[in-house]
Nanobody
């Protein structure tokens, strides 16, 4: 069973940076695509960024140029570097994992709150 644990959320001001971390355990890390989702109050959960085992990335248009997703295979971790944060980035951020062959994310972390004040 895959376990994901996020950390790094907090309260920051607009323009600040945060780095979210997610540690993966329970299965072979390299077999999984890793993603970060977020959900703001009253809104649907959205995919923010994703990264394949080989390092190919996807970024949502709303975060392009500001957020960078990376993974460390030696540590079984993924990192979401968030720069130039905006109040609209306020949300609970979730780390997620899916097998390469899967169409849906099967495993989720507990979430970490990011709050950006104006």
């Amino acid at each position: 069973q895959v376990e994901l644990v996020e950390s790094g959320g907090g309260l920051v001001q607009a323009g600040d940076s945060l780095r979210l971390s997610c540690v993966f355990s329970g299965r072979t890390f390299s077999l999984y695509v890793m993603g970060w989702f977020r959900q703001a109050p009253g809104k649907e959960r959205e995919l923010v960024a994703a990264i394949t085992s080989g390092g190919s990335t996807y970024d949502a248009d709303s975060v392009k140029g500001r957020f960078t997703l990376s993974r460390d295979h030696a540590k079984n971790m993924v990192y979401l570097q968030m720069n130039s944060l905006k109040p609209e980035d306020t949300a609970i951020y979730y780390c997620a994992a899916k097998r390469i062959s899967s169409s849906t994310y099967d495993y989720w972390g507990q979430g970490t709150q990011v709050t950006v004040s104006s």
